[in-house]
C-alpha cells in the first residue's frame, strides 16, 4: 500500500516536470545554464519467431530528452527520460506487456504508462535523476545515475551496479541505478571511487574501486558487496599489444552461504584497425558455475540483467567486422557463439548506419538467433533518427 501510494505522488510530480520541460523548451534552449537536448526516432520493425510459427509486425516511437541544469559552480543537476510509443502484434498478443515496461527495478519506481490499449502503450522512463557536487579533486553525485566500470565492449562482469543487454540497440545510453558516488582523482591517471546502490526491494549493492595506469595500462581493482548473496572482487584493464587493442575484466563471486555457488566471471577482448580502417574485434566470456542456468533467446535478450546472467553458456564469444565505406555509410557484421559446437547456439547481427546529414541518421539491423536448430528467432528493424 505504501508503494502504491509512493509511485502515484511519483507520477504527479513526473508529469508537473515533464509539461514544465515541453512547455519551456525554448526557454531552456536559451540560457547558458541549462542544457537541453535529445532525439525522436521511428522503427518499424518484424520478428519471426520459429517455435511458434508467428511473425510479429510492431511500430516504435522513441523520444529522449536530456535536461541538465548548473546550479553554481559546485552543483550541477540533470533528469534525462524516454518516451515511448509501442504499438502493434506483440502489444497485442502479450497481456503482460504493459506491466513488463512499469518493472522499475531501482529504489525510485520511476517508470509509467501514460496510456495503455489493446495495441498500443505510451510508457515513460527516467534513467538519470541526480545532483553533483564537484569541489577540486573530490566529486559526490546522488541519486539515479550510470556507473560503468566496464572495459571491454560485450560482457562486463565489472558492470555489477547497472548491467545491459548487448541486444537493446537502441538505447544506447543504458540504464541507471539508485545511489551514491563518491570520487576522489588522486592524480591524472588515477582515481579512488565508492559506490553505493540502492533497489526496489531495499537491498544495497556497495564496491570501492582503484584505477590507476601501470606499464602503459589502464588497470582497476574493485571489491564489494552484491546484494545480500555475494561478496566480489575483481580487475580490469586496457591498453595495447603491437598496435592491436587489448582489454579485459574478471570478477569473483564469494556466495555468502556456500562456497559451492562461488562464481569466476572472465572477460577478455581485442581489436584492431587495418589501413583501410576495417576494424576487427573479437572477445570472449568465461562463465564459471552458472548454478544450473539454462537460457534461449527469450531470457538472453529481455531478462533482467545481472553480472550473473551475462550469458547463456560456460563460453561465450564473439568475433565482429566493421568498415566505413565513407564518411556517410558504415556496415557491420557481428558473429556471436554460445558454448560448442560454434554453431549449435549462435547469433548473427548486420547492421548499417547512414548519416544523411549532422542530426538525422537511418540504421537497418537484422538479429538472428539460432538455438540448437530448433528456436530460431530473426528480427528486421529500420529506424529513422533525428537529434537535436
Known amino acids: 500500500m505504501v508503494r502504491l501510494s509512493m509511485m502515484k505522488s511519483v507520477k504527479n510530480k513526473i508529469f508537473v516536470l515533464v509539461l514544465l520541460v515541453v512547455w519551456g523548451a525554448d526557454n531552456v534552449m536559451a540560457q547558458e545554464e541549462l542544457d537541453f537536448s535529445g532525439f525522436v526516432s521511428v522503427m518499424p520493425s518484424m520478428v519471426y519467431v520459429k517455435s511458434q510459427d508467428k511473425t510479429s509486425f510492431d511500430f516504435l516511437v522513441h523520444n529522449r530528452i536530456n535536461l541538465g541544469y548548473q546550479i553554481n559552480d559546485k552543483l550541477n543537476s540533470k ?19 504493459k506491466h513488463l515496461m512499469t518493472n ?10 501514460w496510456e495503455s490499449r489493446s495495441n498500443y502503450l505510451l510508457n515513460t522512463n527516467i534513467d538519470r535523476l541526480w545532483v553533483e557536487y564537484v569541489s577540486g579533486d573530490f566529486q559526490a553525485k546522488v541519486g539515479r ?134 576494424l576487427l574485434s573479437t572477445e570472449y566470456f568465461y562463465m564459471e558455475n552458472k548454478g544450473g542456468y539454462s537460457g534461449d533467446y527469450t531470457s538472453l535478450v529481455h531478462a533482467q540483467r545481472s553480472i550473473k546472467n551475462l550469458s547463456i553458456d560456460k563460453h561465450s564469444y564473439m568475433l565482429s567486422v566493421s568498415w566505413p565505406v565513407n564518411p556517410l555509410l558504415n556496415i557491420s557484421m557481428s558473429y556471436m557463439g554460445f558454448g560448442f559446437p560454434a554453431f549449435d547456439k549462435f547469433y548473427l547481427g548486420p547492421t548499417v548506419d547512414y548519416s544523411v546529414n549532422d542530426n538525422l541518421s537511418f540504421s537497418a539491423v537484422s538479429q538472428y538467433f539460432s538455438f540448437e536448430g530448433e528456436n530460431e528467432s530473426l528480427g528486421i528493424y529500420l529506424r529513422l533518427k533525428w537529434c537535436f
Not at 575484466?249 to 556466495?255: G, N, R, T
Open 79 to 97: 533528469i534525462s527520460f524516454r518516451n515511448r510509443l509501442f504499438w502493434g502484434e506483440t502489444v497485442e498478443s502479450t497481456p503482460i506487456f
Open 104 to 113: 522499475d527495478p531501482g529504489f525510485l519506481d520511476l517508470s509509467f504508462n
Open 145 to 278: 545515475q550510470r556507473v560503468n566500470w566496464s572495459k571491454t565492449m560485450i560482457w562486463n562482469p565489472n558492470d555489477i551496479f547497472n548491467s545491459y543487454s548487448y541486444f537493446d540497440f537502441d538505447y544506447v545510453e543504458r540504464p541507471g541505478m539508485d545511489g551514491l558516488r563518491l570520487q576522489y582523482f588522486t592524480g591524472v591517471n588515477s582515481n579512488l571511487e565508492a559506490v553505493l546502490k540502492v533497489n526496489r526491494d531495499n537491498d544495497i549493492t556497495a564496491a570501492a574501486l582503484y584505477r590507476s595506469t601501470v606499464l602503459g595500462y589502464d588497470v582497476q581493482l574493485i571489491s564489494g558487496i552484491i546484494e545480500k548473496s555475494d561478496w566480489i572482487v575483481g580487475c580490469g584493464w586496457g591498453g595495447d599489444i603491437l598496435g592491436a587493442g587489448f582489454y579485459g575484466e574478471a570478477s569473483y563471486l564469494i556466495d555468502r552461504e556456500e562456497d559451492s555457488k562461488n562464481q569466476l566471471l572472465l572477460a577478455v577482448g581485442a581489436n584492431y584497425m587495418l589501413k583501410n580502417s576495417l
